[in-house]
């Protein structure tokens, strides 16, 4: 049985029968152009990704491109018509997008070919024409910069292979999503750090725990919003702005978003300065749940893993992350809670991650590991 328990309602806003009967006739149209992916299309993030600021251990991203194609091959969850999101959430300067490909078709932009993107905004393109994607495939998706661009916005390291005018890169530059109308499970987005990312599995095997997840849910759109070293309540040159900072941006702006699971907590323990206060963390747990409701979604959160055998785990640190985990089980915060710890826990010694899941460092878990956590994510507390 999966390890999740129930906290709060599992439906909000329920409907007189006659108030739904007359909502249904009323939206049936809708429906209808949504499952074709006409003009009411409802949009869901089926591949999504968190940006960070480029650091001077970034050449490419910190001195930007001119003339350049960043080619980008991602898996899909969800299928369905197709349109792109771009972001430069840290530009300084607008950059030009285009022309651009997706599954060797034309993109457009209000039907032109070439777009600017705002220095800290969001582009979407128009619904890629001939473009419907099967769930589960992959996409590939080619980017011209005029530029010169001046500094990108950027994921770091998706752990997949793409590329930057021909060499091999594991970063993906200012895409952000991929939104498709063809989800007909759950659409949920991770908030998380290095373990959502991908961080304990090979590049190129789609093993990560979101992927995995959605594999499990056929027809769900699940956004991989982890960033590796992100932290809940503090932010950081490199591993970007901690959860809170980058809610509103990274999950509050998904089209068709159902749920969002927060798997965030370990960095604020482990990474200096070492959190001790387990109040703290909780406090910023319920900003994220006050903040997820008023904007009518579920919010699941997870109990954080151990790290005995990581270079900065403690004994007091171990028991800090008790603390949290204990109330996060009991205290009725989310409105479901995903046992993360349970699932990776070693029964012979509770502090560390059960050897068969253990990439090697203490910390992340192998794709055995990523499978354990996918299967202690229950269906029905995602809708």
């Given at each position: 049985m999966p390890a999740v328990t129930v906290r709060g309602p599992a439906r909000r806003g329920v409907l007189t029968a006659a108030a739904g009967v007359a909502a249904v006739a009323a939206t049936a149209p809708t429906a209808r152009a949504s499952q074709r992916g006409g003009p009411g299309a409802a949009w869901a993030t089926?591949?999504?990704?968190?940006?960070?600021?480029?650091?001077?251990?970034?050449?490419?991203?910190?001195?930007?491109?001119?003339?350049?194609?960043?080619?980008?091959?991602?898996?899909?969850?969800?299928?369905?018509?197709?349109?792109?999101?771009?972001?430069?959430?840290?530009?300084?300067?607008?950059?030009?997008?285009?022309?651009?490909?997706?599954?060797?078709?034309?993109?457009?932009?209000?039907?032109?070919?070439?777009?600017?993107?705002?220095?800290?905004?969001?582009?979407?393109?128009?619904?890629?024409?001939?473009?419907?994607?099967?769930?589960?495939?992959q996409l590939t998706v080619e980017t011209r910069l005029p530029g010169p661009t001046g500094p990108l916005s950027f994921h770091r390291n998706t752990h997949a292979s793409h590329s930057v005018d021909g060499a091999r890169t594991t970063s993906v530059f200012l895409l952000t999503g991929v939104e498709v109308t063809g989800a007909h499970g759950p659409v949920v987005a991770v908030l998380g750090d290095s373990v959502a990312e991908?961080?304990?599995?090979?590049?190129?095997?789609?093993?990560?725990?979101?992927?995995?997840?959605?594999?499990?849910?056929?027809?769900?759109?699940?956004?991989?919003?982890?960033?590796?070293?992100?932290?809940?309540?503090?932010?950081?040159?490199?591993?970007?702005?901690?959860?809170?900072?980058?809610?509103?941006?990274?999950?509050?702006?998904?089209?068709?978003?159902?749920?969002?699971?927060?798997?965030?907590?370990?960095?604020?323990?482990?990474?200096?300065?070492?959190?001790?206060?387990?109040?703290?963390?909780?406090?910023?747990?319920?900003?994220?749940?006050l903040r997820a409701r008023s904007a009518g979604l579920r919010i699941v959160g997870s109990t954080i893993t151990p790290?005995?055998?990581?270079?900065?785990?403690t004994p007091q640190l171990d028991e800090v992350r008790r603390r949290i985990n204990r109330a996060v089980r009991t205290g009725h915060l989310f409105d479901a809670v995903a046992d993360f710890d349970t699932a990776l826990r070693d029964p012979a010694r509770p502090s560390r991650l059960r050897p068969a899941f253990d990439s090697g460092d203490g910390l992340h878990p192998n794709p055995s590991g990523h499978a354990a956590l996918a299967g202690a994510v229950d269906r029905r507390h995602l809708l």
């Open positions: 089926s591949w999504a990704t968190a940006q960070t600021a480029p650091t001077a251990a970034d050449p490419v991203a910190t001195a930007g491109l001119t003339e350049g194609v960043c080619t980008a091959t991602v898996r899909l969850s969800a299928g369905g018509r197709v349109r792109l999101r771009y972001g430069h959430a840290f530009g300084a300067v607008p950059v030009l997008v285009g022309p651009v490909t997706a599954g060797g078709r034309a993109v457009t932009f209000g039907g032109r070919r070439q777009a600017w993107l705002a220095a800290g905004a969001s582009l979407t393109s128009d619904p890629v024409d001939g473009l419907s994607s099967p769930d589960g495939s991908g961080v304990g599995t090979p590049d190129d095997a789609d093993l990560r725990w979101p992927d995995q997840l959605a594999r499990r849910l056929p027809g769900s759109a699940v956004a991989n919003l982890g960033i590796s070293g992100n932290r809940l309540l503090l932010d950081d040159a490199r591993f970007g702005p901690g959860g809170q900072a980058r809610f509103d941006r990274d999950v509050l702006a998904l089209p068709g978003l159902r749920t969002v699971l927060v798997q965030l907590g370990v960095n604020d323990l482990q990474q200096p300065p070492a959190q001790t206060d387990s109040s703290l963390v909780l406090a910023g747990y319920r900003q994220l749940v790290f005995e055998g990581w270079t900065r785990w």
